[in-house]
């Protein structure tokens, strides 16, 4: 069968005129001894690129999909699987990402939603031997049904804290099926939308009860993959618990749940915290919990998760300055969580998307890796924090200094002469490289 328009994109270099190529993706071209894929580990979003008809607030969906008949039914979602995996394989993009509710329709009940995920289950299992591809991370959908209005781990109702504990149980036992890389938890719906009706206190300490159940569970059925947080900062909710990556870290050390959980940090929701990406993944990395990477883009002019396709450059070469200071991506990957424009209707459409997202990517990882090999730039940090290397600043990094020390150090000294940040100067320098 053959839904997408195109043969299998290959790798043409910047010369190429051709739209459909890359021009800076090479999968197994070596950066600093790596290949390419193995630095990016490029994964597909299975909401997107098959169940996001492009629909907005203010009208329905514009999205040519042909092969789907509109229906709830297990046969259309095992065909879907067949487009999915032919859209993978014209792309080289060797990992993917679900939602339970994604793959598989949500029948009357539990158990028929339940079977009918097996179904699925069953044929992505058998995708996955064929052609090599590998599950990033499976997930939950506890924000689409109705009965997840008000929360589902953070709800009031403790019927509906039951459901969605059933639900994940499912989702974690898929996952593992499919020898998944990872678990994640987005917060959905958990947040509020006025304090006057909310007992927050209870709704944490519900949500941590949750992820609780989740390690044992994870524990019981041999599934020892990381499970992701997801940050995000409000919408749908007005407040949402995991708020930012910050917030996420206190919230894991509070509860006791840093061992088994790392972050998964996404654009969009770093630039609706009120941050750059660069920062909540420097938050991330430093704390030793950077796990993955939803990588999108929002829009300066548009306050919602627009998920638009990652192309801009200088973004994608922050992102990979951070993920090579730490050494890499392990169990991780860089999900394109994003989707095409409501005006980019047609099944090719997709393709382009993921071509740009894919090179801006390989640009970014190239200009990281040049701007760390150049090492001005690192040299600089280096050189700022030098006085913290000797005397006085040692003794306060080995954290056997006191008031009095620096009292004495300063009347011996006087004032010291303040170097200049060269903000400028190293901006230009990073301008260097793109
Ligand atoms: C929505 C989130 C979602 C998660 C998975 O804004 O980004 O797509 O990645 O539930
Ligand atoms: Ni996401
Ligand atoms: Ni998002």
């Not at 090492?375 to 050189?383: A, I, T």
């Amino acid at each position: 069968m053959q839904y997408f328009d195109c043969d299998k994109i290959q790798f043409e270099g910047t010369s190429s005129k051709n739209a459909l190529s890359f021009k800076h993706y090479n999968a197994d071209e070596l950066v600093g001894g790596k290949s390419m894929k193995d630095h990016l580990r490029f994964a597909g979003a299975y909401w997107h690129i098959m169940r996001n008809d492009l629909s907005d607030p203010f009208g329905g969906g514009t999205a040519q999909m042909p092969w789907d008949d509109g229906s709830d039914s297990v046969e259309n979602a095992l065909t879907r699987v067949d487009v999915f995996f032919e859209f993978l394989d014209k792309m080289g993009i060797e990992y993917y990402c679900w939602h339970d509710r994604d793959i598989a329709p949500e029948l009357n009940d539990l158990s028929a939603s339940s079977a009918a995920l097996d179904k699925v289950v069953a044929k992505l299992k058998d995708k996955q031997n064929e052609t090599g591809v590998k599950l990033l991370w499976g997930t939950a959908c506890l924000f689409s049904h109705p009965r997840y209005s008000q929360g589902a781990a953070t709800s009031p109702d403790a019927n509906v804290y039951a459901y969605a504990g059933a639900q994940v149980k499912k989702a974690m036992e898929a996952t593992k099926e499919l020898d998944g890389l990872g678990y994640t938890f987005w917060g959905g719906r958990e947040g509020y939308s006025t304090l006057l009706n909310t007992n927050m206190k209870r709704e944490i300490d519900h949500l941590a009860a949750f992820l609780h159940m989740a390690v044992d569970h994870a524990k019981k059925i041999g599934f020892d993959g990381p499970f992701y947080i997801e940050p995000k900062p409000r919408e749908p909710s007005t407040h949402q618990y995991d708020s930012d990556a910050a917030a996420c870290l206190n919230f894991l050390r509070e509860y006791d749940l840093m061992d088994r959980f790392r972050l998964n940090i996404e654009t969009n929701h770093a630039t609706l915290a009120g941050h750059t990406m660069e920062h909540e993944l420097t938050v991330a990395a430093n704390a030793g919990m950077l796990g993955s990477i939803d990588a999108n883009r929002g829009d300066t002019l548009i306050g919602w998760d627009t998920d638009q396709f990652p192309t801009d450059i200088h973004l994608a070469t922050q992102v990979m300055l951070v993920v090579l200071e730490m050494g890499g991506l392990t169990t991780g990957g860089l999900n394109f969580d994003a989707k095409r424009r409501r005006e980019s209707h047609e099944p090719i459409d997709l393709v382009h998307a993921h071509i740009g997202g894919m090179d801006a990517f390989a640009r970014g990882l190239k200009i990281a890796h040049a701007i760390r090999e150049d090492r001005r730039l690192l040299n600089f940090v280096d050189e700022r924090y030098s006085s913290f290397d000797k005397d006085i600043g040692a003794k306060v990094e080995s954290g056997q200094c006191s008031f009095e020390d620096l009292e004495a150090f300063t009347q011996a000294n006087g004032e010291p002469t303040v170097a200049s940040g060269r903000q400028e100067m190293l901006e230009n320098l990073v301008n260097e490289f793109l």
